[in-house]
């Protein structure tokens, strides 16, 4: 078990795009043992690698009693939407109400690098938007309206958490392809 510090709102990995997965290889399974450990202590329904600071398109889930893990996703949303509160946890203690797709079939491989396909609804189908969202540098109070995101921001803020310390950018363990991330 290697339970992970997550880095929080104001950290620069948290919004830069993260890079395709090409090894699929020892580190890969650390680094998805490492969400999953990292993920279930927090307690989270996910976390994305940019998470704890490895810049790599890897997302792990626990949704429903459910683990999971997906490398490189992509993603086919539905045109049916759901709004519902969600939260992260690189903005601790902040939930909002954020529209999603209700259902998505995401693909892409598991630690392995054999192919996977995954068919999400409602809760899942959110957990597998937001993870995504973080391998491409995006928040889910990005998709807030304006008011909600005007509202978010004081809360932030104004939280204990939020400026108390500069992100501390540490060495990851996992390979990133020379990115340096």
């Known amino acids: ?50 998470q704890i600071g490895v810049g790599l398109r890897v997302f792990t889930w626990y949704v429903d009693g459910e683990v999971g893990h997906l490398v490189n996703p992509t993603l086919e949303l539905s045109e049916e939407v759901q709004d519902g509160l969600e939260g992260c946890l690189s ?37 597998i938007q937001h993870e995504t969202d973080h391998l491409d540098g995006v928040l889910f109070i990005d998709r807030l309206d304006q008011a909600a995101r005007k509202a978010a921001m004081k809360e932030i803020r ?9 992100p501390q ?6 390979p990133t392809n020379g990115f340096g991330f």
């Open 1 to 50: 078990m290697a339970i992970q510090p997550i880095r929080l709102f104001g950290d620069p990995v948290l919004r830069k795009p993260a890079v395709e997965v090409v090894d699929f290889d020892k580190e890969l399974r650390q680094l998805v043992a490492d969400l999953t450990d990292t993920m279930l202590e927090a307690p989270g329904a996910g976390l994305a690698a940019p």
């Open 91 to 127: 903005l601790p203690e902040l939930t909002y109400e954020c529209r999603r797709a209700m259902s998505v079939v995401a693909q892409g491989f598991d630690m392995h690098g054999e192919p996977l396909t995954i068919h999400g609804s409602e809760l899942l189908a959110r957990a």
């Open 158 to 166: 104004e939280s204990e958490w939020f400026g108390l310390e500069k």
């Open 169 to 174: 950018v540490k060495i990851s363990p996992h």
